[in-house]
């Protein structure tokens, strides 16, 4: 080992005036023979920590591994024998994931319908929620919250019957969702005129089978200004005998009242479109529309009342609509027919009245589109 002088060192810089700066202070570092000596200790200290097995202490350690050690400690470490707890908590972790390989595709099946349902609610798409509600039910029959669902759907949809199924389902159930038992609450109110009160009943039980006259409707109604039952109920009788302006006031009487009454509403857009108001059948149909997107009627009434304003290809797609939605509707078979005739698509309409003409749920419908087509009944201006 060669040592450089250092007044020699220095001479030469300053010599080339090198600024002494630049030399690191190491350079100029004295030996420490005591330092230098503690650091060959301490290398041979780790030199000698890893060369020995970390379980015996052996020098025989086989290379290439991770953790030093010998032979013998390394194979009695692979052969230790698995305790028996880690075995049975193998076995249960494997029982559960055999649980959900079977039960999983029904659940992840039921929790996607609950999902797609409560998006379509919140969207007003209650045919399409409903739908999804029956596949969630099926995995999940005595939800609170799915029955509850499903019967929110079912009453916009004017399907009575599945509303009071659900309805003696969550009779005396209790609810965590303060929202959803405030809208069961209001559809429970809602449905009271769906159906006579007993007053009504009591009333008109001395009848029987004899026939009523209008007036003791009408007097009946203006005792019991808060029955809209009856209102509706009488308006029903002036449409069918076309007198058209008092179920009209009639209706208007409960709106008023409830300017979401959907029996009422339904009744305004024929109503108004038998009165060739046409611009206000559109809006109560679209009132409909805005409760429900996918109200059948809507949709099918709507197609009316704009075939009747000679918008004929809308009529048609709109009836086309209601039919992808359901294509068992028979109103909406009526007005199919009605569209098709209009747009001049003769061998459609031809076919879909000879496939009604057996169907007793849609002969009294197709009677009237008949009617229209053979200029029996006056439909377009």
């Known amino acids: 080992m060669f040592q450089v002088d250092i007044s020699t060192l220095k001479s030469i810089l300053f010599k080339y005036e090198v600024p002494l700066l630049m030399i690191k202070k190491q350079y100029f570092r004295t030996p420490n023979l005591n330092t230098m000596q503690e650091d060959l200790n301490l290398q041979q200290e780790r030199t000698d920590e890893i060369a020995k097995c970390i379980n015996c202490g052996s ?3 086989l290379s290439g591994y991770r953790n030093n050690l010998c032979a013998e400690c390394r194979t009695a470490m692979i052969n230790y024998p698995i305790p028996n707890w880690v075995k049975l908590f193998g076995v249960g972790i494997l029982a559960v994931m055999l649980i959900s390989m079977i039960w999983l595709p029904g659940n992840f099946k039921a929790a996607l319908a609950l999902s797609r349902a409560d998006k379509a609610e919140k969207n007003h798409y209650y045919l399409t929620a409903q739908r999804e509600l029956e596949v969630a039910r099926k995995a999940a029959p005595n939800s609170i919250d799915v029955l509850a669902d499903e019967l929110i759907a ?10 009071a199924k659900t309805g003696d389902l969550l009779a005396g159930k209790e609810f965590e969702d303060s929202i959803k038992l405030h809208r069961i609450n209001y559809i429970s109110t809602e449905l009271r005129n769906y159906s006579p009160s007993d007053t009504f ?15 003791v409707y009408r007097n009946y109604v203006n005792t019991h200004p808060d029955d809209d039952y009856a209102k509706i109920f009488l308006a029903n009788i002036y449409m069918e005998k076309e007198y058209y302006l008092n179920a009209d006031k009639l209706l208007s009487n409960v709106l008023l009242n409830d300017a979401e009454m959907i029996p009422a509403l339904n009744d305004k857009v024929m109503v108004k479109r038998e009165l060739n108001q046409l611009d206000s059948s559109l809006y109560y149909a679209d009132k409909l529309l805005n409760i429900n997107r996918e109200s059948l009627y809507a949709l099918s009434s709507k197609a009316r009342t704009l075939l009747k304003m000679k918008r004929n290809k809308e009529g048609l797609e709109l009836a086309l609509k209601c039919l992808s939605l359901e294509n068992n509707f028979p109103y909406n078979q009526a007005t199919l027919a009605l569209a098709y005739h209009f747009n001049k698509y003769y061998n459609q309409r031809d076919e879909l009245l000879n496939r009604s003409g057996t169907d007793s749920a849609t002969i009294s419908y197709m009677q009237f589109a008949r009617d229209v087509i053979s200029n029996k009944v006056k439909f377009q201006n």
């Open 59 to 61: 020098l025989e350690i």
């Open 201 to 215: 009943k009591t009333t008109f039980s001395k009848y029987k089978n004899q026939i009523v006259s209008d007036t």
């Open 154 to 163: 079912a009453y916009y949809n004017n399907d009575l019957e599945t509303v």
